[in-house]
């Protein structure tokens, strides 16, 4: 898939769900899940256990699925997960050769950021997606929406505290997609390998984002 059509889907889905699963096997029940639910977009995170294969035997085994790599911290890493298949990068803060590889080698990528002036420097650095992490502790939506009055033309993602009472409000502040973990991909759901907690939570969330972004000017 080309980079115009993964920042198209993320755009189109809104919702990238973050895997920070303690196990391989965990985080693809996870993927399989949220999938199932709807969302065709999983975010695999550095921190799980084989996370580079596990992102190999997603991207092989299901191929309408949009599979990405989280907590990316550098560009070798970045590397490493690109050659695992990865079809777009995330992370929790921003690192300029990261994002420059990531231009260089026409993949999306989020870079993370909190302040106006890191925004802005994400931005200009190349980053397709701007990560807002933590968001929560900084004001929720109302922070997104500070942010978008000055810099309507970057692609906010906040992330962090982002769950099914908060998802249309930030939305509706112009977030242009959600980053969400534990809100979606419950630890006990998982432990105890029940998907259809997981499938249930995916399909709210998706009708979440759809409806706030009916009532949208």
Known sequence: MKKEEVRARILEIGIVPVVRASSSSGARFAAEAVRK???PIVEITMTVPGALGMISDLVRD??????????????EMARRCMDAGAQFLVSPGFDRETVELAARENIVIMAGALTPTEVITAWKAGSDFVKVFPCAQVGGASYIKALKGPLPQVPLVPTGGVNLDTAASFILAGAAALGVGGELIRKEAVHARQPEVIEDLARKFVSAVSNAREQMP
Do not use: F, H
């Open 37 to 39: 639910g709807g969302i």
């Open 62 to 75: 299901m191929q309408d699925v949009l599979v990405g790599a989280g907590t990316v911290l550098d560009a």
